[in-house]
T-cell receptor, first 112, second 114 residues
């Protein structure tokens, strides 16, 4: 079955700097790669996703890149703000409504 | 309809007891998913439904776990003979299906087995 690896497990960046989280997946049949943000004590919320027919997608300060050949995908957050502090999960799936396999998460700390 | 609802929010039970959780998905969402999340880990897939049909159950799930969605609307997850290792947040999510907008998660049920 699918296995998603995520790193780093913890990331601290100065406010205003960029943050990058990287993931790899094992199943070449995966076609959908969502990213979720989970604040302490709250539910995971979808922040951006990308399909395998697209190499990059951007939404304001957030961007995702996908290298399907290498089975790598990454989340980039620019101009980080205090409210970006949270745990971020990458995930992989066949489609948007199939079962999703999550990585173990990256705890992002934005330092003042 | 304000989202995916889960009940109860918290459950403390003694080891060996049975527990049942309920999930009410967003109206008209055909797919419903159950995940388990332990501290410091990502959500772990348990099972999911298309309407009333259970499409897949994780191989990691023991026979003590069972889920139903009898009328294709709400779902229940039952854990029999609970063990301390079952302590976790149990998350439910739903989606429209047909490759639509992806999941919406509920707030979860936190289970503590003492």
């Amino acid at each position: 079955g699918e296995n998603v690896e995520q790193h780093p497990s913890t990331l601290s960046v100065q406010e205003g700097d960029s943050a990058v989280i990287k993931c790899t997946y094992s199943d070449s049949a995966s076609n959908y790669f969502p990213w979720y943000k989970q604040e302490l004590g709250k539910r995971p919320q979808l922040i951006i996703d990308i399909r395998s027919n697209v190499g990059e997608k951007k939404d304001q300060r957030i961007a995702v890149t996908l290298n399907k050949t290498a089975k790598h995908f990454s989340l980039h957050i620019t101009e980080t703000q205090p409210e970006d502090s949270a745990v971020y999960f990458c995930a992989a799936s066949m489609n948007r409504d199939d079962k999703i396999i999550f990585g173990k998460g990256t705890r992002l700390h934005i330092l003042p | 309809d304000t989202g995916v609802s889960q009940d109860p929010r918290h459950k403390i039970t003694k080891r060996g007891q049975n527990v049942t959780f309920r999930c009410d998905p967003i109206s008209e969402h055909n797919r419903l998913y159950w995940y388990r999340q332990t501290l410091g880990q990502g959500p772990e897939f348990l099972t999911y439904f298309q309407n009333e049909a259970q499409l897949e159950k994780s191989r990691l799930l023991s026979d003590r776990f069972s889920a139903e969605r009898p009328k294709g609307s709400f779902s229940t997850l039952e854990i029999q003979r609970t063990e301390q290792g079952d302590s976790a947040m149990y998350l439910c999510a739903s989606s429209l299906g047909k490759g639509s907008y992806g999941y919406t998660f509920g707030s979860g049920t936190r289970l503590t087995v003492v």
